[in-house]
Nanobody, 126 residues
Framework: QVQLVESGGGLVQPGGSLRLSCATSGFKLDFYAIGWFRQAPGKEREAVSCIKSRSGSTNYVDPVKGRFTISSDSAKNTVYLQMNSLKPEDAAVYYC???????????????????WGQGTQVTVSS
């Protein structure tokens, strides 16, 4: 069955970096869009970035542009989120999610995503 498992979260100081991984199984990554979302306590889940693995096209929300980079390794069935220059407001539980994609670019709307991981905690604090 389809599974997504996030890892790589942890505690980092402001200005530091983390790389999150989303290990996927049960489907062919090239046929799916993978998105990263996050949810801070008391806030709604929000989009961060997405990638269409087959083409490599990506989308980012404005607050993370220039700081976060999403990438995909189809051979490893894994999608990564490299997060640099982390800020306290980046602290949240980060989730990866997937949906079957065809010709369009990947969407940052959560309603498109059919499969979700359990999340990994990112804490940014000095």
């Amino acid at each position: 069955q389809v599974q997504l498992v996030e890892s790589g979260g942890g505690l980092v100081q402001p200005g530091g970096s983390l790389r999150l991984s989303c290990a996927t199984s049960g489907f062919k990554l090239d046929f799916y869009a993978i998105g990263w979302f996050r949810q801070a306590p008391g806030k709604e889940r929000e989009a961060v970035s997405c990638i269409k693995s087959r083409s490599g096209s990506t989308n980012y929300v404005d607050p993370v542009k220039g700081r976060f980079t999403i990438s995909s390794d189809s051979a490893k069935n894994t999608v990564y989120l490299q997060m640099n220059s982390l800020k306290p407001e980046d602290a949240a539980v980060y989730y990866c999610a997937a949906y079957r994609i065809f010709f369009e670019d990947c969407s940052l709307l959560p309603r498109y995503y059919d499969y979700w991981g359990q999340g990994t905690q990112v804490t940014v604090s000095s």
